[in-house]
């Protein structure tokens, strides 16, 4: 799912007119941040980008109802694309596990994407390293239970995981995500790039295309920009617990 987001985050391209841009699923993609690096808003842009693409519907998974729709998406908040965002509420771990093992189960037309904001939520409620592979383990199962029984194409699998710095125990357990999440997004903060709330933004699409960066910025009222780095990519995970920002 990297080429999802790097299309949400290739400003130098237009957003796209839905049916005819198509991608092949790639591998399931951990996207990495502190408190209010934008996240949310990156995972619900990807919702808008693939809900363009013709295919099935977005399953989008948080413990909360968002209070406000990112602005400044590439993709536009038409009402067709909004449609086939449905979002689902699992307010614990327990009845996130029991709405994964039951997916196979659902009727109704399958998701091309699967997006789970807020694993750090989850995890903290079984913080051992056992139950977070069993529920990495499970996402990527139902995932692959959705490309396997959709029209074709594949679901793709997108993870927000909010990074702490200092913290042996999450260094560890992020250690273990990163196995079943080849590829990753990590977004810290850039005092160089433009904005009060700056952050860069560095895709590594898991050996599906080459590394990238971008700059990414919220002004005060909550619009979302996204500029190209002029820079070569640097080693995301030398700050990997630092990222902050102005959205969640």
Same mark, same amino acid.
């Given at each position: 799912?990297?080429?999802?987001?790097?299309?949400?985050?290739?400003?130098? !391209?237009?957003?796209?007119?839905?049916?005819?841009?198509?991608?092949?699923?790639?591998?399931?993609?951990?996207?990495?941040?502190?408190?209010? !690096?934008?996240?949310?808003?990156?995972?619900?842009?990807?919702?808008?980008e693939?809900?363009?693409?013709?295919?099935?519907?977005?399953?989008?998974?948080?413990?909360?109802?968002?209070q406000?729709?990112?602005?400044?998406?590439?993709?536009?908040?038409?009402?067709l694309?909004?449609?086939?965002?449905?979002?689902? $509420?699992?307010?614990?771990?327990?009845?996130?596990?029991?709405?994964?093992?039951?997916?196979?189960?659902?009727?109704?037309? /399958?998701?091309?994407?699967?997006?789970?904001?807020?694993?750090?939520?989850?995890?903290?409620?079984?913080?051992?390293t056992?139950?977070?592979? $069993?529920?990495?383990a499970?996402?990527? @199962?139902?995932?692959?239970?959705?490309?396997?029984?959709?029209?074709g194409?594949?679901?793709?699998?997108? /993870?927000a995981?909010?990074?702490?710095?200092? @913290?042996?125990?999450?260094?560890?357990?992020?250690?273990?995500?990163?196995? $079943?999440?080849?590829?990753?997004?990590?977004?810290?903060? @850039?005092?160089?790039?433009?904005?009060?709330?700056?952050?860069?933004?560095?895709?590594?699409?898991?050996?599906?295309?080459?590394?990238?960066?971008?700059?990414?910025?919220?002004?005060?009222?909550?619009?979302?920009?996204?500029?190209?780095c002029?820079?070569?990519?640097?080693?995301?995970? !030398?700050?990997?617990? !630092?990222?902050?920002?102005?959205?969640?």
């Amino acid at each position: 799912m990297a080429e999802t987001l790097r299309r949400v985050l290739s400003s130098g !391209s237009a957003a796209g007119t839905g049916e005819g841009n198509t991608t092949e699923v790639g591998p399931p993609l951990l996207l990495l941040g502190g408190p209010g !690096s934008g996240k949310t808003a990156l995972l619900f842009a990807s919702a808008l980008e693939a809900a363009g693409e013709g295919r099935g519907p977005v399953l989008f998974l948080t413990r909360r109802p968002l209070q406000s729709l990112p602005r400044g998406t590439r993709a536009p908040l038409e009402p067709l694309r909004l449609q086939k965002i449905r979002f689902q $509420y699992p307010p614990s771990t327990r009845e996130l596990l029991r709405f994964l093992c039951s997916a196979h189960e659902a009727r109704g037309p /399958v998701p091309s994407l699967l997006l789970l904001d807020g694993l750090e939520e989850y995890l903290a409620e079984d913080p051992g390293t056992q139950e977070a592979a $069993y529920l990495a383990a499970l996402l990527l @199962d139902t995932a692959a239970h959705f490309s396997q029984v959709g029209p074709g194409g594949g679901c793709g699998l997108i /993870v927000a995981l909010q990074t702490q710095e200092g @913290d042996s125990g999450d260094a560890l357990q992020l250690a273990l995500l990163q196995r $079943y999440f080849p590829a990753q997004c990590w977004l810290q903060p @850039d005092a160089l790039g433009p904005g009060e709330h700056c952050l860069r933004a560095c895709l590594e699409p898991g050996g599906r295309g080459p590394r990238a960066e971008w700059w990414v910025a919220f002004r005060p009222d909550g619009e979302m920009t996204i500029t190209p780095c002029p820079h070569q990519p640097s080693d995301p995970s !030398s700050d990997k617990g !630092s990222s902050s920002g102005g959205q969640p």
